[in-house]
């Protein structure tokens, strides 16, 4: 396997994984890519490697280039496995290599991972010298743990972005200009919903403290590399960091009886009423990841399900789990759902929602058996002015 250059001295000799669907609970349904990056220069410089499993094929790329025993510096920007779970591996290899990762925590997670291998711990601003090149380091700690932190190369000033801008996507493309563009951003955006929204925040703060750069390139962890659409990612990120809404509405139920999901019906035809564009989402087949995605810039949420066992369905509470470890902004919600005789699961989604960061609409509205049709036209009819009223 050949490393891709990407400027002279500069290659990409990461791993592509066609065949990861999964990652912590999100459908990575077009696999991903574990980006490491070499650079020739008087000292050779590895930055990150790949996920444990990926040694040889990172190995192979690198042997196309260097005889990977001379590399004298391996930067490790985060100390998750995917990203660093060949640092042994490497050092082994390399075996005078220095390790240079995030003072403080980026040496305790990877001493904790890997055991002491005489890693050096680097400051915000802090700068290595490599030759004709010099790297400077700035924290970004909680983007999205701790350790991490991005690396800048001049004079190329290339930005190492690590989890930042990346996507799990999968191709043979490595460039934004190759690359099924539209597919990019799908990605990116599923990306920052699943990994980084939780910490918009702290994105805010690392998006500034990257503001004065002049960047000709960011090359990520995972998925594809920036180059001529560095203006429109970055907008794309100063949007999602401002919790910013648009005119969508999601809809997420399970039903047992389709009663339910005639309630979630009269719920979408208050949404058209009031000018919104309403997305339904039947938890029995589409995924949390996906949902997510769309749930991250929509002002209201509304989430039903139908009462099993004095509880709500397994697939609601699970989708309510993932939401309130992700949801980034306070948007508004319904809660809903029909019961036989006990009728307790709408009142529970109320309760998840109330403490994820969200404003309830109405009181959990609740049916029994099966709705007619002069209930659903009264749901339709309450949540429509619930929704003009606020």
Not at 22 to 28: K, L, Q, V
Not at 87 to 112: E, S
Not at 165 to 191: N, V
Not at 195 to 205: D, E, F
Request: aromatic share 12%.
């Amino acid at each position: 396997m050949e490393a891709m250059k990407i400027g002279e001295g500069i290659y990409w000799v990461g791993a592509i994984d066609w065949n990861l669907r999964n990652f912590h609970g999100y459908e990575t349904e077009k696999g991903s890519t574990y980006n490491a990056y070499l650079i020739i220069d008087e000292k050779i410089t590895l930055i990150d490697t790949v996920k444990e499993g990926f040694e040889n094929e990172m190995l192979s790329r690198i042997r196309s280039v260097i005889d990977p025993a001379k590399i004298d510096i391996i930067i490790s920007n985060h100390a998750e496995p995917d990203h660093s779970g060949a640092i042994p591996f490497m050092k082994n290899i390399a075996k005078n290599a220095q390790i240079y990762a995030a003072f403080g925590a980026g040496v305790k997670d990877l001493t904790a991972y890997y055991g002491d291998l005489g890693y050096i711990g680097v400051k915000a601003g802090e700068t290595l010298s490599i030759g004709k090149r010099t790297f400077t380091f700035v924290p970004t700690p909680m983007v999205h743990w701790p350790d991490n932190m991005v690396s800048f190369m001049a004079p190329e000033n290339i930005l190492f972005s690590n989890d930042a801008f990346g996507q799990h996507y999968a191709s043979d493309e490595r460039l934004d200009t190759e690359c099924d563009l539209p597919e990019a951003y799908i990605q990116a955006r599923k990306y920052y919903a699943n990994i980084v929204q939780p910490y918009g925040m702290q994105t805010g703060k690392a998006l500034n403290a990257l503001a004065g750069l002049e960047i000709s390139a960011i090359c990520p962890s995972h998925g594809i590399i920036w180059t001529k659409h560095i203006p429109e990612i970055m907008a794309l990120y100063k949007s999602w960091v401002a919790n910013e809404f648009d005119d969508t509405a999601i809809v997420v139920y399970d039903t047992m009886w389709h009663s339910t999901e005639a309630m979630a019906h009269a719920i979408e035809s208050a949404f058209l009423a009031c000018g919104m564009k309403p997305r339904l989402y039947n938890l029995h087949y589409c995924h949390n990841s996906d949902i997510i995605a769309d749930a991250m810039t929509a002002k209201y949420i509304a989430v039903g399900s139908p009462t099993l066992n004095n509880n709500m369905m397994p697939s609601v509470a699970s989708f309510l789990t993932y939401f309130k470890g992700l949801t980034g902004n306070k948007k508004k919600f319904i809660a809903f759902g029909s019961y036989g005789w006990g009728g307790q699961s709408p009142d529970q989604v109320y309760e998840m929602l109330a403490t994820s960061k969200c404003e309830a609409l109405l009181p959990a509205i609740k049916i029994a058996y099966k709705p007619s049709k002069e209930q659903l036209d009264k749901i339709s009819a309450d949540v429509a002015n619930a929704i003009r009223e606020n």
